[in-house]
């Protein structure tokens, strides 16, 4: 279990996080939407201690992230992440990107590490790409690429950064494709994303962000179907409008 | 053999001497490898450090940039020979230009290697301390490797300008190439047909450090 509460986050004078609180239980798949700026991704970088806090505790597993007594390295291993640039290790074919932190990390022998790594790939669908290199495979592979990378360290916990954002729309559908899959095997999931209907599909919760705080929480009918607060139907209008239709608003 | 200008060009008093030359060119060779390891075994850490913006380590490595950079190599090879004979430490000649080379080079790979890490994107940081890896098995084994190939140029550059440096042996005893030399030809005065042979022997050991460094940067990154 992730356990969030109250924490707060400022870069500078810059309040980012404003106390928030969140619990996301054993095999739930949880949503964070939200405006740009509202604090989701950079929630999401402090559940796994890339970012530190200023207020407010993270306990994963009862284990809190940021007592400085805390192995980090080691609580890292129970959380993969995914993000929005793909980050693929660029000079590492797609096999060796996943192997090597099982075999860094996890001590494992480089055949061990190897095989893992092939397995994960196949789990992706990407099993006959493992001698490519990055560069050669294209943005929706490169992104199930580090997602076998982070599947191989054997998480407790998949985050994902807004993991879509940089795609081109044809190649959305092959994430999401992996991403729901990961679901029905009963990933615990903390899911950033501008994708409404991903999150209307697939989250068990939906959690609103506004401005630094959780405005609005609850299952993905209450919150994007009939949603209370104000700030969150004046988003999601704005989220759902499609693109052709503010272009046409825009030149009428 | 007459030269230009009525210069007569005596080849065998070279010739003679070759022996004595090559084994000078082979403690060049001993020493630029030796210097091109520790310089960049000490600027690779030293790079991180300068990174940070601040911390002891940042104003350690900030001083050996601005030691080793600004000042002439003969008067580091002098600090390190004489300065710390100075001191009642007296060590070799061959120690001392080997600890003047590295100082300069770990000075210079410094900056090199600091300018290929900004050229990283520290998203690659993020994602290999995601995976649980600690700092240094992150630089290891995710951000050197691609340093690396962004500086290869400069930094082959640096590797074969040490190489040069080792020359300032000849003004502490050492008899590397050119302190062979200085001896070889202080015993004829043919000055000038030891000298260009030196330089000849300089130039192939170069396009040696530069092939060889060359098949290396094919055998690593695979292009």
């Known amino acids: 279990m992730i356990r969030i509460s109250n924490v707060q986050k400022a870069f500078g004078s810059a309040i980012v996080l404003k106390g928030i609180d969140l619990t996301v239980e054993k095999g739930e798949l949880v949503c964070l939407i939200g405006a740009s700026g509202s604090g989701k991704s950079t929630l999401l970088q402090c559940i796994n201690g890339l970012e530190p806090i200023q207020g407010g505790e993270i306990l994963v597993d009862g284990i809190s992230v940021h007592d400085p007594k805390t192995d980090i390295n080691k609580l890292r291993q129970k959380l993969g992440i995914v993000f929005q640039q793909y980050n693929a290790f660029p000079h590492l074919t797609a096999l060796e990107n996943v192997a090597l932190a099982p075999r860094v990390v996890a001590k494992r022998s480089r055949a061990e590490a190897r095989a893992l790594a092939q397995k994960n790939l196949e789990h992706v669908g990407l099993g006959d790409k493992g001698d490519s290199l990055p560069s050669q495979l294209s943005g929706g592979q490169q992104q199930r690429l580090a997602i076998a990378r982070a599947l191989a360290m054997q998480p407790s916990y998949m985050l994902f950064d807004e993991v879509t954002s940089a795609l081109d729309p044809e190649l959305v559908g092959e994430v999401l494709e992996t991403m729901r899959l990961l679901k029905s095997e009963g990933m615990t999931m903390v899911v950033v994303t501008h994708d409404i209907n991903f999150a209307r599909e697939s989250a068990d919760r939906v959690a609103f962000l506004c401005q630094g705080e959780v405005c609005e929480i609850g299952t993905a009918e209450e919150v994007i179907d009939h949603p209370r607060k104000e700030q969150t139907q004046k988003f999601l209008r704005r989220e759902q409008r499609k693109p052709l239709e503010i272009v046409r608003s825009s030149v009428a | ?223």
């Open chain 2, 1 to 223: 053999m007459i030269g230009m200008n009525g210069y007569q060009f005596y080849w065998s008093i070279v010739w003679d001497s070759l022996p004595l030359l090559l084994a000078g060119a082979w403690v060049t060779i001993q020493i630029t490898i030796l210097a091109f390891i520790v310089g960049t075994l000490i600027a690779m850490p030293m790079a991180v450090a300068r990174q940070q913006g601040e911390g002891w380590a940042y104003r350690f490595s900030t001083w050996w940039v601005e030691l080793s950079r600004n000042t002439p190599a003969v008067f580091q090879l002098y600090l390190f020979y004489f300065g710390l004979g100075a001191f009642h430490i007296n060590i070799p000649s061959y120690a001392a230009v080997l600890i003047a080379v590295s100082f300069n080079n770990a000075g210079y790979m410094t900056e090199i290697f600091r300018g290929g890490l900004n050229a990283i994107p520290r998203q690659q940081l993020s994602a290999s301390r995601s995976l649980g890896m600690t700092s240094p098995q992150s630089f290891i084994h995710v951000i050197f490797p691609q340093m690396f190939k962004v500086i290869f140029l400069a930094y082959v550059t640096q590797g074969i300008w040490g190489m040069l440096n080792t020359s300032l042996g000849m003004l502490v005893g050492l008899q590397e190439l050119s302190g062979a030399t200085q001896y070889a030809q202080s015993a004829s005065f043919r000055t000038f047909e030891f000298f260009l042979v030196t330089a000849l022997i300089y130039y192939l050991i170069a396009k040696g450090l530069q092939f060889s460094s060359q098949i290396a940067f094919r055998l690593i990154y695979r292009s």
